[in-house]
């Protein structure tokens, strides 16, 4: 078989992503290595100012990138949302499943409504995104690549307070390889990213071993084997791996980035 041009195979060029919460953080990361790459990429976003912003800083540097206030948890929001990646670009042809919320929240304390949102956004919200970006994969005939972003807490437990996080993030990892089954035949690829700790405006950005980061966050690091947080450009290189020619004969595949902290 004749071995493609590597510059080929991770040229995005034509192709169209979608980056749920893609304001910030690792979706922020993530749209920018896309983008980066040549993919006209719409960030969609609960927070639409945030996500204009990003898309006005990406298009300043010559990307192809527009923003859309989405809620992901919302049927209507999400078909708008494929719409206007169909209506703007032409099509889809990656979905990153990357919006969700960790509240931290003890069991006896969680209340019914607590729980009900962490599932809407969290599980719903991938659900309703594949459901309706495979749609018009499927329709166009095309293929395409779904990447959902998991957690190191779909693997193994991190904090009392996020039981409900940690059952969303086992569900989305189970999601991943029955939806990668069902939707090989159509040439769609569906993958996941297990993030350890990282970097972002929820977490606290900035933390490294020397930064006087409070007792808690310390003794995170030091179970790190890396002895540093990740960053979100940690996870954008790794989403834009999947997303390329690169990873093409991988499905089902959950790929953990967490600088060694499930050895620990």
């Known amino acids: 078989m004749e071995r493609a041009p590597l510059a080929k195979l991770t040229d995005l060029s034509g192709k169209t992503a979608i980056v749920t919460g893609g304001a910030m953080g690792i979706g922020e990361g993530i749209a920018y290595r896309l ?44 078909e708008e949302m494929v719409a206007m990646a169909v ?14 919320i960790y509240p931290s929240i003890p069991l006896m304390r969680l209340r019914e409504s607590d729980f009900e949102n962490i599932l809407a956004v969290n599980l719903k919200g991938v659900f309703l995104c594949t459901q309706a970006a495979a749609k018009r994969m499927i329709d166009t005939g095309t293929g395409g690549n779904i990447i959902n972003i998991t957690s190191i807490d779909a693997i ?3 904090a009392v307070g996020l039981a409900t996080y940690d059952a969303t993030k086992h569900a989305v990892w189970g999601f991943t390889k029955n939806t990668a089954l069902e939707l090989a035949p ?49 996870i954008g290189t ?13 499905t089902g595949v959950q790929i953990v980035v967490d600088g060694g902290v499930l050895l620990a």
């Open 87 to 100: 209506q703007r670009f032409g099509g889809i042809d990656i979905l990153v499943n990357n919006a969700g």
């Open 156 to 158: 193994h437990p991190s």
């Open 238 to 250: 790794v989403a834009l791996f999947l997303a390329s020619g690169l990873s093409g004969y991988m």
């Open 186 to 234: 159509h040439n769609i690829r569906v993958n996941a990213i297990a993030p350890g700790g990282i970097n972002t405006p929820g977490t606290g950005a900035g933390v490294t071993a020397n930064t006087g980061a409070t007792d808690e966050m310390t003794s995170f690091l030091e179970k790190i084997p890396m002895r540093r947080m990740g960053e979100p450009d940690d």
């Open 35 to 78: 983008a980066e790459a040549g993919a006209n990429v719409l960030i969609a976003d609960m927070n639409g100012d945030a996500a204009t912003k990003t898309a006005e800083t990406l298009s300043a540097a010559g990307r192809r990138v527009a923003a859309v206030r989405a809620d992901v948890s919302s049927a209507a929001d999400v």
